[in-house]
Every structure is written in C-alpha cells, then in structure tokens.
C-alpha cells in the first residue's frame, strides 16, 4: 500500500507544482475534500479557496480558483484556472483587488455585474487567507 501520493497542479500557464505527499485538501464546488493515498477514484469540480496538502508532518497552501482535480488511488490532477503557491500571493496586489472589489459594490450602477465583482472580491480575500495561513504553519514567510 502506497505511503504517499502525487499531486500535480496544472494552469493553462504552467506546472505550479508536481510533489510526492502525504495529503490533500481541495475547496470543491460542493465543500472541501480530502484525499490520502490509494483514495477511489472521483472528478471534482474546484471552487475558489486554499487548496493544502500535508508533506512530512507540515501544511503547505496552494490558492485555487477554478477547474477541477481529478482523483485516483496514486494521483491527484488539479487541472485549475488559477493557482498560486502561498509564499509567491503578493499580499499588496491582492488587497489593492480587494479596494477596488469593495468599491465597485457600492456603486449604484445599473450594469454592475454582481457576480463578477463578488468573484472577484472572494479570489483577494482567499488569495491573503491562502497567505496568512502559510505564515501561521511556518511554511511561508512574510
């Protein structure tokens, strides 16, 4: 029985990581999900949040939004929108996306797309979240 299992996290851009580890916990569409080796195999859409897998007793955070992960008992394919490891969120981008998130809520226009100021607003506050968790498990630095 496999100790370890690969988790592969794929953009359209780039690999953002391919590491041999002992869990993963993704934010699915329809909650958070966790996945040790040898899990059954299942397809889960992603929502928006800090994906995380555990590597030698440590937490390690992934900011995820959109796409989907894919799992079998060896493998877990993140095939995501967007992806961010931890340590490379630039805490000041995401809080200047936050402002203008923010502000674009309170106005009263009449074609405001609500949906995508809100989307937007949810990626900054988890992408600082995704941040902030990192710090407090030691495995990012500020």
Do not use: W
Not at 1 to 10: D, F, N, Q, R, S
Not at 15 to 32: F, Q, R
Not at 105 to 125: F, P
């Amino acid at each position: 029985m496999a100790k370890t299992i690969t988790l592969e996290i794929v953009t359209p851009d780039k690999m953002v990581l391919k590491e041999e580890v002992d869990y993963v916990g993704a934010p699915g569409i329809n909650g958070e999900f966790g996945v040790l080796p040898n899990h059954i195999p299942f397809l889960s859409a992603l929502g928006i949040g800090s994906l995380y897998y555990k590597l030698n007793g440590k937490k390690y955070f992934v900011f995820v939004a959109g796409g989907f992960a894919e799992v079998s008992p060896a493998k877990v394919t993140v095939l995501a929108e967007v992806a961010e490891r931890a340590e490379d969120i630039d805490l000041e981008r995401a809080r200047r996306a936050q402002d203008r998130a923010e502000q674009r809520t309170k106005q009263q226009q009449e074609k405001l797309d609500h949906a995508a100021v809100q989307a937007a607003l949810a990626r900054a506050l988890h992408r600082m979240k995704c941040r902030q968790n990192a710090v407090s498990e030691g495995t990012c630095r500020m």
